[in-house]
Nanobody, 125 residues
């Protein structure tokens, strides 16, 4: 079992960058496939990106492709979501999630049993 702790986020202007972090207070993230999701007010939670535990496979939603990057620091047992050229429509509560299921990441949030507490990203236009 793993317990995820998120940090980062905040209020920025459009075009700025932010980096979100996801680490484990219990367990090791190095063993898990990671997904990043977000939920805007009044909207359903949506997939942002995912990475396999060995880092060999990474995928992104079309809406963030080319702007967001997932990376891992295995020494720090931390996964990052680097967000560049932020847009107002990126405003949401962002979550990291972890799973041991299968061999890679998933777009389906139901396949991730472990979730961070969420961190708010607000982009002003």
């Amino acid at each position: 079992q793993v317990q995820l702790v998120q940090s980062g986020g905040g209020l920025v202007q459009a075009g700025a960058s932010l980096r979100l972090s996801c680490s484990a207070s219990v367990g090791s993230l190095n063993l898990y496939h990671i997904g990043w999701f977000r939920q805007a007010p009044g909207k359903e939670r949506e997939f942002v990106g995912g990475q396999s535990r060995n880092g060999e496979s990474t995928g992104y939603a079309d809406s963030v492709k080319g702007r967001f990057t997932i990376s891992r620091d295995n020494a720090k047992d931390t996964v990052y979501l680097q967000m560049n050229n932020l847009l107002s429509e990126d405003t949401a509560l962002y979550f990291c999630a972890a799973t041991l299921i299968g061999s890679s990441w998933y777009r389906d949030s139901n396949l991730y049993p472990y979730w961070g507490q969420g961190t708010q990203v607000t982009v002003s236009s």
